[in-house]
């Protein structure tokens, strides 16, 4: 028995084949491409680019914190520290700089402080007069020319005014991959500015670095 | 329950756009930070005290002498010891508060340090300085207060007070610390012929 009855087969239907083969024999034809070639790269990579910096001292050795004791030895104090902020990654940055963290500390009253000062708490975080009276400055230092951009003591509520005269005062510094930044920070007090009320106290404070990635239109 | 459905959906929908409305704002740089802990500024201190030389306890009242007679004396003693870090001179000077001037210029001062005479006249003129400069350390000064043989009689029942004055000065370096001590006296005279 036959797969197709012989009375189905009609010349239109014959037609209809031939045509729906002949056109997908053209469309075969023209999507084959004739000429192929293959390269195949084995060096193609994605590298992430880095951002690192190092702060140290202007000798290269790592940066130590600023220790000033014996504040009333003598009439006045005045000194200075100078960081080398070196960005060895491979990305630019932009530099910030900032003190976090400043505490004054009373660290209780003696008897000639105590007829000036009402406050003798022990550590007595905050009751500190010390940083009041202490000025400091910071300057940075880029490609040969220095600028002076904070001017503020080392009283606690300050803190915010050092990041606030960053970002006004620094000219957005960015730091290329391999570059380098110095950055002074400077204190001062003369005989006038202080007396009893700040015997036995301290402020210690955080020098805080960052180093933000600069990104394209950012 | 559909209810229910409903706002679950709402509720992560709502937190889907707080998230985004968020994420705009942040960063995705990179950062590096460097943080130099503990930096610190710190005073030292000055002081010193006046101190009992029998049981070291403060002092403040030195003379008090009643009914004093010519040839009479007492006698008081004063440790002078530094309490602070900073080493020190001091100036020791009297000054009248109250009385009899001629009565204060008439009593007669002698004062030893180390069973050494260091001062010997009227007391209103006594001035001596002295350094402590090691930790703790002292000075004693015994005094002694009294009339001449030939004080007059007008200065019979006759008051008068003084301050010893003990005070720092600068130093070479001219600390801006100071510290002050003060023994006061009370001195009345009896009767005599």
Known sequence: ?218 | MKNEKRSWFKLVFFGLVVLLASARFTDADFLDREDLADNIFEATTLDFANRDTANLTEKSLFFNIFGLQPTGFAVESVRIKKEGNLGFTYQVVVEQTLGNPALCQALQLRVMRNWQLVYEGSVMAFNYSGALIEENEWHDLVMSLGLPDDAPSDLANQNCGFNIYITTMSGEQGSPFTDQEVLTSQIQTGGWL
């Open chain 1, 1 to 218: 028995m036959p797969f197709i009855p012989k009375q189905a087969i009609t010349a239109s239907l014959v037609r209809n084949l031939v045509i729906i083969v002949g056109v997908a024999a053209v469309g075969l034809a023209s999507t084959q491409a004739l000429f192929r070639d293959v390269e195949q790269s084995q060096q193609g990579v994605f590298v992430v680019g880095t951002l690192d910096m190092n702060v140290e001292e202007p000798s290269g050795q790592v940066a130590e914190s600023i220790v000033v004791s014996n504040i009333g030895e003598s009439t006045s104090i005045d000194g200075g520290k100078t960081w080398v902020v070196n960005n060895v990654g491979s990305l630019p940055g932009r530099l910030t700089f900032s003190l976090d963290n400043i505490r004054n500390y009373e660290n209780s009253c003696n008897e000639p402080e105590a007829l000036e000062d009402v406050t003798c708490g022990n550590p007595g975080e905050g009751e500190g007069e010390l940083g009041e009276n202490i000025e400091t400055t910071v300057t940075l230092t880029k490609g040969g020319s220095s600028s002076q951009v904070i001017t503020a003591s080392l009283a606690t509520d300050q803190a915010s005014s050092y990041q606030t005269q960053w970002i006004d005062n620094a000219n957005d510094p960015i730091i290329p991959p391999g570059g380098s930044v110095e950055v002074t920070f400077a204190w001062s007090a003369d005989e006038y500015s202080f007396g009893n009320e700040v015997q036995s106290d301290s402020v210690k404070f955080d020098v805080v670095y960052e180093l933000e990635q600069v990104i394209s239109g950012g």
